[in-house]
Structure formats: C-alpha cells, structure tokens
C-alpha cells in the first residue's frame, strides 16, 4: 500500500471527507497538494498533518482554487504541469453542496432556479473533467497513475422524500444529475485513458453531519448497517484505491453506503 514516491491532489482537501483522504493518503507516504476554495481553513488538517508525518515526513502544499471557475482551474491546472513533481493521484471530491438557504437549491422542484443548476454542474461534473483532461498527461507518465472520483448514492438512485419530511433539507436534480453524470464519466475515462492510467469512483451514503434527529432516525432505518457513514467509513477504500492494492481494477464504482443498495 506504500504511496513514497507518488504525490496526490485532492480537490475539497479542508472538508471532512477530504481531510480523512488527505490524512490516509500521508499516512501511507504520499505527498500531497491540497486543494480547496479561497477562504478554506486548511490549518486544522496542516496541524494534523505534521502531527501523523513527524516520523515519517511528506511533503505537502495548499493551494486557492475555486472550482467553479473556468480560469482558476486552468491556473491550477499550468502550476502543476510546471514545477515538475508530476501527479501520481487525483482524488475528484470537492461538490457543490449548497445549502438550505441558498436561492433556488432545497426547495421544490418547480422552485429550483437554472442558476444553481449550472453552478452545482460546473463544480460536480465540468471541473471534475476539465482537471481530468488537465492532469492527463501528467498521470499517464507518473508511477500507478489513477483517478478517483467521488460520486454519491444519489448518482444511482432517486431520492426517498419521506426522509426530508419536516426539516429544511433537500435533495436538488441539479446534485443527482451531476453525480449521475460523474458515474459515466468515470466509465468513460477508465476506457480512454487505459492502460496508463486507472479511474475509478467511491459512492458514499449519507455522512452524520449533525442533521435533524428525525432525518438521522429515519435514514438508520432505510440502511441495513443502521447507521449513517462518519468520514472515518472513507479511509479504507481510499487508500485501496489510490495504491496498487487495486492496481487490476478500473471503471468501477465501490458504493460505501452501510448497505443502501442493497435493497
């Protein structure tokens, strides 16, 4: 599983998924360039960082980048191609998100505006190709180049709506649609870019991030392991899947769901 020699990028490195991939990926010896939005707090994954590579040191590096942003993932894009490090591992993790107070995004289908329709596209799929076909090169000529996309359940499936009943959250076509999109994506690269480079993608369940009481209660009983996923659930199939450990598989989708699936 040993990652020396190899350096990853990690788009959405200061959130709690990507902060459990970063954290895995220096364990098993990979340098790191960590990406996130301009105004991310990176401190808190630096300090933790330097703690888990004392004995064992990696470099690492953040950089600004709004994903959104046609220019800033081309300068993203020339800054690696640059200075020489090559890229061994791209983890496609940032997604647009949104909120519940965002116009247009968690409210009724009819409400939903073109406008955040586009921007969850731009982030989820566009920038997760452009920084594909980007970085192409550069993983094709790096040792065990691969490519992992994290997509989510709800690129399979349609969305239950008595979970949602009685709270603010939602579940937007714009998300399902572009995580939908990521699922061929990844097919379609695994074919292209082969035999230089792997691609592969991770379909998460529902992560605990204190949702409403009723929302967790009633996504455990729609899971078979009766749980929602804590960050900690990624840090396996992460690491399985950015080393040669799945140095024979490529195309494929690991759903990590507690069983959501399976039903």
């Not at 709800?154 to 579940?171: A, I, K, Q, R, V």
């Not at 990844?186 to 870019?193: G, Y």
């Not at 204190?210 to 396996?236: H, K, S, W």
Request: charged residues 15%; proline residues 5%; aromatic residues 8%.
């Amino acid at each position: 599983m040993s990652l020396r020699g190899r350096r990853a990028l990690i788009t959405g490195a200061a959130g709690g998924l990507g902060r459990i991939m970063s954290e895995t990926l220096a364990e098993l010896g990979a340098d790191l360039v960590l990406v996130d939005r301009p105004g991310a707090v990176f401190e808190p994954l630096l300090q933790r960082l330097q703690a888990l590579t004392e004995t064992t040191p990696v470099g690492f590096q953040t950089i600004a980048c709004d994903l959104e942003r046609q220019d800033h993932r081309h300068d993203l894009i020339q800054t690696l191609g640059a200075d020489g490090q090559g890229i061994s591992v791209l983890i496609n993790n940032a997604a647009f998100v949104g909120s519940s107070d965002l116009q247009g995004w968690a409210v009724p289908f009819e409400a939903q505006t073109l406008e955040t329709w586009r921007r969850a596209l731009e982030v989820n799929l566009t920038a997760a190709f452009h920084l594909c076909q980007g970085l192409a090169p550069l993983l094709r000529s790096a040792p065990g180049g691969n490519i992992i996309n994290v997509i989510s359940i709800y690129g399979h499936h349609g969305p239950d709506w008595s979970l949602y009943e009685g709270t603010t959250m939602g579940n937007p076509a714009a998300y399902g649609a572009s995580k939908g999109g990521l699922i061929q994506l990844t097919r379609w690269l695994a074919t292209t870019l082969a035999p230089r480079v792997r691609v592969n993608g991770i379909s998460p369940g529902g992560i605990y991030r204190n949702q409403p009481e009723v929302f967790v209660q009633r996504y455990n009983q729609r899971t078979p392991l009766g749980r929602m996923a804590t960050e900690d659930d990624f840090r396996g199939v992460v690491g399985f899947l950015a080393s040669d450990l799945s140095g024979y598989m490529t195309g494929q989708i690991l759903q990590v769901d507690g069983g959501w699936s399976a039903w």
